[in-house]
């Protein structure tokens, strides 16, 4: 935390003026450049590290399934037999979905009318983690046992793979075919697809919890089991910086969000806390808590106040917060204070923000999909159809399609209506 929050107040404008960003509007540019400096990275043999074996997998316990008479859905996709645990568009046209489970399946499927394109064979465990890279040739489909499989999409045949043991999340780069992933020994991945050239970025010996690679495409922050947060330099691959002890969390960071200029970063963890920070200093801006949850005086209500979800507005200093008692907090970046409190009967599992307006979405444990006007804290609507949790959810470009992920074995594709558009 800030020795006096007063003088450290947040500036935006002086923030950005100390980091040189990377015109990310020349897209076309952006992504020559970092696939050539990606050319350069000095990856290292990937040696045995992929035999770590199975993972240990207590399972995913879905609550109860819950009776839902009102379905607001346009299609349902209904291929799992066990609960969908995550889902991703493909970016360029957003018309293809990809959907993994507890039933050890992906499919990459059609949001237009459910068509299967092809199935991701081969998994030996929950598919936790699937995506589709930058420039949506290829998807990737992996598992908790650490199996990591990728496809490329035009002719539905897999031209990649690797086992890294226990894996806890995987993302692609933002302009090339590089991915990153954090396993559970602390040690992150990056490899080239599908030479498969690798490099390892060692951290400490508990798990890589969380991680975001930031929008100039040549740093990443990975979020760790014991409260640390590191910066490491994706070419160099060495840590520019490390916070932990008071500036760090108190627990496991849950998830990381950064800004669109990649100037600011901000982390949840399952210690009740979101802290803010300059992604060039590493110095931590300030700190919030839910700090008005009702009783906290038992380790069960300690745990129910964990941060499941950050992320940043991007036309208003705003961020917002889901803790899993029910509450989606709004912040003000400017002020560091609290703006609104917008309660749910139920833990929020995942947040997105719209890309051009201050509305955010939220989708919870009673399996609802609510919309938020940030400026307000008023509930605009709320779309229903699961009868369990929602998992996961995605939002299309212009927000007007909502994917989800839920504990019913299903995936719902959402139309959603807004008066002001």
Known sequence: MMDNPEEDSLNLHEDEEIIEVIDLNDTEQTAEDLAEELEDVDFSEAGNAGNAGNADDDGWEAEDEMESEQDDSELTFSKHTGSVFCVSLDPVSNSLAVTGGEDDRAFVWSVSDGDVLFECTGHKDSVTCAAFSCDSKLVVSADMSGLIKV?????????????VGDL?????HPCAPVLLAGAADGNVWMWKIPSGECKTFQGPSCQATSGKILPDGKRAIVGYEDG???LWDLKQGNAVYVIKGHDGHQGALTSIACNKEGTLALTGSVDGQAKLFNTSTGKVL?????????????M?????????????????????VAYLDGTLAIYDMNSQSL?????????VVHLQWEEASAVVY?????????????RSGVMMSEYRGHSAEILDFVLNRD???????????????????????
């Open 339 to 347: 703006r609104h409190r917008c309660k749910h009967e139920v833990g």
């Open 362 to 374: 939220t989708c919870n444990l009673a399996g609802v999909v609510t919309l938020w006007d940030a």
């Open 151 to 163: 496809w490329k999409v035009e002719n539905k045949e897999e031209i990649w793979s690797f086992e």
């Open 399 to 421: 927000a007007s399609v909502a994917v989800t992920a839920g504990g019913d074995h299903q995936a719902k594709v959402f139309c959603l209506q807004r008066p002001d558009r």
């Open 228 to 230: 640390s947060l590191r």
């Open 300 to 320: 069960q209500e300690q745990d129910s106040n964990s941060v499941e979800s950050v992320g940043f507005c991007n036309v208003l200093p705003l961020v917002a």
């Open 168 to 172: 806890e999340w995987l993302e692609w």
């Open 286 to 298: 300030c700190s919030w808590s839910n700090e008005n949850s009702e009783a906290k005086d038992s």
